[in-house]
Each structure stands twice: as structure tokens, then as C-alpha cells.
């Protein structure tokens, strides 16, 4: 029984976002861990994420958006989702640095074929937050343009759509997701996760707290014919 009802709170939360989402003005997307391709990912797996990125894509192609994610497997990039409106502050693992940071540079994988840093010879690493001597200029200029978008949705009509995201990495989507809503009273949050979807008191007349894993929840929405 508690599962019927949970898959019919999903269905009701679906609704109420795709309402909110046509009226939206602005749209502002997290998305974290449960939408995670491990290196080792079945083919099962990867179609999964893949059709949710394409999914996630049908829901806000025709908004003004913008994308953060703390997932690092690069495979957001590969979407339909506009490169130009996605920061990943966490890196990615597609991407290279070098081991020592001896230059704040990065480079794509296929660029590097040695595997040495060109300037010390230093071994080369993935540039994600995972490195000892993380270089951060591999986002930090979608960071700036971020930065600069979410500074006029204020007393915008603005939907913040959480998915997946947990205490890993709080201070990257959480928590400013939950002050922008704060302080935006035209704002509606709808957050989404299987176990972590709590939302705090200052904002819980505005956010919608979806106990349901989220990439199946975005997935899945087709079906739902809302």
C-alpha cells in the first residue's frame, strides 16, 4: 500500500511541476548522485540515464534554463541539454589536469594522448574534485555565466527543480538552491530524491518535497500522460 501511495504522490508532484513549469519564467536545475554513471555502467544503466537526460531536455527545452550538476561522468554534456547553460563544479572525469596543478589549465582527454602534464611531465589525472590539487578553472567560466543568470531570476517566476541530490556536496546545490528559493518569493522548488527529499521549514510553503528516485521520476514521466 505505501507503495501505491508513493507512486501516486509522484504522479500528483509530476503534474504540479509541469504546470509550474509552463508558467515558469526562469528554470534553474540541480542534478546529483542518483543520476550517476559508474565507469563500470551495464548498457541497462547508460540507456537509463541517457533517456532521462532526454526527458529532462523535453520538460525545459523551450524555458530559459540553466543546469548545475555534482555529477562528474561527463554524460550530461553528451545530451540535448545546451552546453552553454550547464556548470559542473564538480568536474569531470573526461577531462584532464595535471597531477601537481603546476598550471591552471585543463584538457580534454583526447588532446592529452601521452597521459604527462606538456609543461612539468607530471602524470596527468582526472580534473574532478576527487584530485589532490583540484584545478577549478575547468568550470569556472560556466560558474561566472551561472552566477550572472541566477543574479536577474530574482522577482522572476522561477522553478528550481532538484534531482538526486544529497549531503555529498551540500554547499554546491542544497543549500543554495534552498536560500535562492528563500529569498525569490515568486519561486516554487520542487525536490526530488528517494531518501534525502526534506525541505526546510523557511521555505516549506514553496517546495515540494518528492520521495521518489529521480531519474526514474523524470523517466517515467512520459508514461504518465499529465
Partial sequence: MENNNNKIQSQESYAQLKEAL???????????????LSEDADPQRISEVKEGYHQLYELIKDKDYFVVTTVTDGEIWKSELSGERIVAPCGNRHLRQCEKACVKEVWKEEEVFEGVCPHCGAPLVENTIQAENYVEEGYLPMWKKYQLWLSVTLNRKLVVLELGEGFKTPTVIRWPFEKTVFFNQKSRMFRVH????????EIGGRATPVAANSLEFIRNGKEKNL
Avoid at 27 to 32: C, H, K, T
Avoid at 194 to 201: A, F, G, K, P
Wanted: net charge negative; proline share 0%.
Fill in 194 to 201: 528517494e531518501s534525502l527529499c526534506q525541505v526546510s521549514q
Fill in 22 to 36: 509552463a508558467d515558469a519564467e526562469k528554470i534553474l536545475v540541480g542534478i546529483g548522485g542518483e543520476w550517476k
